[in-house]
């Protein structure tokens, strides 16, 4: 019996669903084209095509986890991506009576506000984009379940590939005008607390319905970029700095509570390890 269905099995989806495999739990994974991770049964579909994801009725999975990107930066495609793919999957699953939970992998961005205070999840999420209102109104698809469900907020995603900060702090030139607040959360901690999030569930152990995934130090932008840099290149003093102007810091206690760790719980272990897997 399938127990974990993963919705886009692109780079976070395919390394939750790599985790899962390990565990010994059984996972299909769907995407538009491309391959799937070992031990992964691949569906091909396209979450924007309602009739190309017939093929998800009959799997009756027990858990859904819904972890797809949009193709542009759009609010046509946040909305095609997000909002209609995710009610397009969900349609899918309406006579699945062994559908326990849904995960929906949505993002800090719909924390648009400007604050001094530390943000965590009983604070309300304030869009200030259409990125933000379109992956809020995804959220809210959710209520109408009969199943349990849980949305993971996740901060800005870095690691293997994700090498904007390594690839902007080689160019001081090029680096943004403001300083401002930012979180992050390693690719491979979003996983394992995705995983981690499912193990708990399988168990029949309860979870919140909300939970920020992001790391243990909000950093502004020239601190990260100022550390990136001089571990780069020793030699040179890069010490760029200018008022912290806009951002917002997150908390991730919620998510520290559940009893997770993280192998990268600030972004000066996780970029280390980036750029040792660089140099080697």
């Not at 909002?83 to 999957?89: A, W």
């Not at 961005?109 to 965590?120: F, I, K, P, S």
């Not at 959360?185 to 193990?199: C, G, P």
């Not at 130090?217 to 020793?234: C, D, G, Y």
Request: proline content about 4%.
């Amino acid at each position: 019996m399938l127990k974990v269905l993963i919705i886009g099995c692109g780079d976070l989806g395919g390394e939750v669903a790599s985790q899962l495999v390990r565990l010994g739990i059984e996972v299909a994974g769907v995407r538009r084209s491309g391959t799937a991770a070992e031990g992964v049964r691949l569906i091909c579909a396209d979450v924007t095509q309602a009739e190309s994801l017939e093929v998800l009725a009959p799997l009756q999975p027990k858990i859904l986890i819904y972890c797809v990107a949009a193709n542009g930066q759009t609010d046509a495609q946040y909305k095609a991506h997000y909002v209609d793919g995710l009610r397009n999957v969900l349609a899918t699953q309406v006579d699945n009576k062994k559908l326990k939970h849904v995960f929906f992998v949505s993002s800090t961005r719909v924390y648009g506000q400007n604050t001094e205070a530390v943000l965590d999840e009983s604070m309300p999420a304030i869009p200030a984009d259409f990125g933000g209102e379109r992956l809020l109104e995804a959220e809210h698809l959710l209520n109408g379940l009969s199943c349990n469900s849980t949305i993971l907020r996740l901060s800005g995603i870095y690691g293997p590939g994700r090498l904007r900060m390594i690839n902007l702090a080689k160019s001081p030139e090029k680096w943004p005008v403001q300083n401002s607040w930012s979180n992050r959360i390693h690719r491979d901690d979003a996983a394992a607390f995705i995983v981690f999030l499912v193990q708990q569930v399988l168990a029949d152990k309860p979870i919140l319905h909300c939970y920020i995934v992001t790391d243990s130090k909000p950093a502004t932008q020239f601190e990260v970029l100022n550390w990136i840099a001089q571990k780069m290149q020793p030699s040179i003093a890069i010490t760029r700095q200018a008022e912290i102007t806009g951002g917002k810091r997150l908390s991730n206690q919620t998510m520290l509570r559940t009893g997770f760790i993280l192998q990268y719980p600030d972004y000066q272990i996780g970029y280390q390890a980036l750029l040792s897997s660089i140099d080697n």
